[in-house]
């Protein structure tokens, strides 16, 4: 019973979003020290249930975000136990094969063969990026470089590799083959510490930045109007008060970021008069008052949140990046706007991975069950996808994520491709309040700079506001929980290329397609084990 509890232990909590140095431990030892308790069950069926159970409570636990229904509703526990037990299902299956004896062929068979299933589960609605097994390698800055040669299914590789050798050296108490084990554990942190040392010694920092990053902290109920909470709501222009206070005006920024959905109505509902503009922004700030920022209705100027990002850019003198719902005659969107100081023409990015529920409603085929959601959460229209990823032409070529784009490679990867030297990503988790979703998505997040070699500056209503290196060590981390606040720093610009953004994903799963094939040919030929 030991080897299943305190396995539970070291991969259930290793991750760096939860305690510090147990990702490490699981990455070698976790799983391995399951399948040596598993092994002793005599039946098949009961190994396969017995690592359907472990691991489903293993990411009921990392994933116990997901089970609040704060703003979600009861709906979401169903949900919840749906996705635990597929991931615990996907786990069973692979762990039917951990039997002796173990090949080196097998072990690598069986290393490819899980990164198979977790790239599946990018078909599974829109998408389900969260929790790949790999982020226990993203516990130190050291092993986490290793993600820029294959990504995060490449760190997902080597953890089932490493945890496999270190069963078999156990099994077999061979020390030749412990030594491989251990030679397979350090490799990725040797790795890192080369990189590290390589590209700070060779790649100057290409530019440098003011930064201000704004974090709202807004809960649901208090930015968007809801009549079950009527007093909690707080008037769009109080919102834009606290942003102001928070930006000091003493202070110089290049760059000015706000979350997604940063302010209620869009960006080009005109909801505010003028004469109440005036008392809040400089007026020298103002930009020139024409559609679609500013409309002339009845005798007075009616005021849109898109002419006020304008007017933020023109008092800081700086570009500002700002989250807005937006629609046109084309669609409704998701989206993010890059204001340029004293230019009236912003750029629009529409997100393109949409979440289900939140700003989709899923299985639309279906119409009773899509009306039936819809009812439940009084969603009445979703959010269309954006086409394409897009560049902000600022000091630098920046990439720009929407919320859970940012736990996607291939988005990440393809802004890179595209020229991107720096990521931004605008988010939200206030729909999951007090749990861990902010700093999972925060991790996931520094695994895309590592993949792809460049900085990443992140904005959040509610969640982890930060600027991580082209490393992914965090260079500053907002403390602010409570208030509409600002984090100013100096930020230093450096990006290099990387085999990742080469070759993607494509590499990792050529190579485990490769391995499985290669371990059903031999053991068909040979009948290896």
């Known amino acids: 019973m030991w080897y299943f509890a305190l396995s539970f232990l070291l991969t259930a909590f290793g991750q760096p979003a939860w305690i510090s140095g147990f990702g490490t431990l699981a990455a070698v030892f976790g799983y391995a020290i399951f399948w040596k308790g598993v092994l002793n069950v005599p039946r098949p069926m009961h190994r396969f249930i ?3 159970l472990w691991f ?26 749906f996705l635990i037990l597929g991931m615990g299902l996907q786990f069973g299956f692979i762990s039917h094969f951990v039997t002796q004896p173990l090949s080196w062929l097998k072990l690598l068979a069986i290393s490819g063969a899980w990164v198979i299933c977790e790239w599946l589960r990018l078909f599974f609605l829109c998408g389900y990026t969260w929790n790949p097994t790999g982020l226990a390698l993203t516990d130190t800055s050291y092993s986490l470089q290793f993600a820029s040669v294959w990504g995060i299914f490449g760190l997902s590789f080597w953890v089932i590799l490493v945890n496999l050798a270190v069963l078999k050296a156990w099994i077999e108490k061979s020390i030749r083959k412990t030594m491989i084990g251990v030679g397979l554990a350090v490799f990725p942190y040797l790795f890192g510490a080369l990189q590290l040392a390589w590209v700070e010694s060779s790649i100057p920092v290409s530019n440098t930045l003011k930064v201000a990053l704004v974090q709202t902290n807004l809960a649901p109920e208090e930015k968007e109007f809801d009549s079950k909470l ?46 109440s503009i005036k008392k809040i922004f400089p007026e020298e700030s103002l930009p020139p008052l024409k559609r679609p920022y500013a409309i002339f209705y009845r005798g007075s100027w009616r005021i849109t ?75 009445h229209s979703s959010f269309d996808p954006g086409k394409e ?34 990521f931004v990503s605008v988010s939200n988790d206030a729909y999951f309040p007090r ?21 990443l500056l992140r904005s959040c209503n509610s969640g982890v506001t930060a600027g ?38 494509a590499a990792i799963l050529t190579q485990s397609s490769l391995l499985i094939g290669a371990y059903l040919f031999f053991s068909r030929k040979k009948k290896l084990p």
């Not at 070529?397 to 736990?407: A, F, K, R, V």
């Not at 749990?435 to 590592?450: D, E, I, M, P, S």
């Open 50 to 52: 017995y690592a359907t």
């Open 56 to 81: 489903a409570a293993v990411q009921g636990v990392q994933l116990s975000w997901l089970a609040t229904p704060d703003y979600m509703g009861v709906l979401i526990i169903p949900f919840y136990m």
């Open 230 to 275: 009527p007093t909690a709501y707080i008037h769009p222009l109080d919102q834009w008060e606290a942003i102001l206070a928070a930006l000091k005006e003493e202070k110089q920024a290049d760059l000015i970021v706000l979350p997604e959905a940063a302010l209620p109505l869009g960006a080009h509902t005109a909801n505010y008069d003028l004469e």
């Open 305 to 379: 949140n898109a002419y006020l990002a304008q007017a933020l850019a023109n008092q800081y003198k700086a570009h500002v990046i700002i989250g807005l719902d937006d629609r046109d005659m084309d669609g409704k969107y998701n989206a993010a706007f890059h204001f340029h100081p004293m230019d009236l023409i912003p750029k629009r990015y529409e997100k393109q991975i949409l979440a289900p529920i939140g700003e989709y409603i899923p299985l639309g085929n279906w119409p009773r069950f899509a009306r039936f959601i819809g009812e439940q959460y009084g969603i």
């Open 389 to 422: 990823g897009k560049i902000f032409q600022a000091q630098v070529p920046i990439g720009i994520s929407i919320c859970l784009e940012e736990t996607f490679t291939s988005i990440m990867r393809q802004l890179r491709l595209k020229g991107a030297e720096l």
């Open 435 to 455: 749990t861990k979703l902010g700093w999972q998505h925060f991790h996931h997040g520094r695994v895309r700079a590592v993949e792809n070699g460049a900085a």
């Open 468 to 505: 991580v290196d082209c490393f992914g060590r965090p260079f500053k981390i907002l403390n602010s929980e409570k208030h509409t606040n600002a984090l100013y720093f100096t930020f230093p610009v450096r990006s290099f290329k990387t085999l990742y953004t080469f070759w993607g994903d």
